[in-house]
């Protein structure tokens, strides 16, 4: 079975900072890795993916993330904070191999990024 | 926009109604999904649809009726729900349809309420 634990269901950070929204997984062998963005009112919008290669993975809006595959883990980061970053975002899991259809997804963290 | 819409965008619906929700995508994918989100809970996987086949059904109820007529069309049939069935219901595509490391793109949602 794969999981997903999003440690903090809320993080608040002020405009001009840098952010890091944690992610933490389980999955049998190797995994692939997202991060989504939902805003108010609307679906989830596919922010950035790891599947292999370089741990630091960069994606939209000047996001990127870090694959620790001894820590598990798949921490979202952006180095300034913008308001309109605030938002909820979505970490998820899917395991490797043919079939594999269930993109496992954390319960979101509620970002707030204060002016 | 994700290239995939959603209609309706809200819904009331009563307990004896039947109603349908229609997803499209425009993206050329040939893997659909439903999800429910509902409050405090991670995001539910409900049907995969790949090359207009059903793949997957995650243990839901009857009263949810899938159906594929085409690679770029899902509709989720909906008939004597319950009030805890008040969600919303997201549908997203994929590029491959066997799973794999492919993003998937989600619609805005439809904003199910049943009285």
């Known amino acids: 079975a794969q999981s997903v634990a999003q440690p903090e269901d809320q993080v608040n950070v002020a405009e001009g900072n840098p952010l890091t929204v944690k992610c933490t997984y389980s999955v049998s062998g190797n995994p692939y890795l997202f991060w989504y963005v939902q805003y108010p009112n609307r679906g989830l919008q596919f922010l950035l993916k790891y599947i292999t290669g370089d741990n630091l993975v960069k994606g939209s809006y000047g996001f990127e993330a870090e694959f620790n595959k001894s820590q598990t883990s798949f921490h979202l980061k952006k180095p300034s904070a913008l308001v309109s970053d605030s938002a909820l975002y979505f970490c998820a899991v899917r395991g490797p191999g043919a079939g594999s259809y269930q993109l496992t997804f954390g319960k979101g963290t509620k970002l707030s990024v204060i002016p | 926009e994700t290239g995939v819409t959603q209609t309706p965008r809200h819904l009331v619906m009563g307990m004896t109604n039947k109603k349908s929700l229609k997803c499209e995508q425009h993206l050329g994918h040939n893997a659909m999904y439903w999800y429910k989100q509902s409050a405090k809970k991670p995001l539910e996987l409900m049907f995969v649809y790949s090359l207009e086949e059903r793949v997957e059904n995650n243990s839901v109820p009857s009263r949810f009726s899938p159906e594929c007529p085409n690679s770029s069309h899902l509709f989720l049939h909906l008939h004597t729900l319950q009030p805890e069935d008040s969600a919303l219901y997201l549908c997203?595509?994929?590029?491959?349809?066997?799973?794999?490391?492919?993003?998937?793109?989600f619609g805005p949602g439809t904003r199910l309420t049943v009285t």
């Open positions: 997203a595509s994929s590029q491959d349809p066997s799973g794999g490391p492919y993003e998937q793109y």
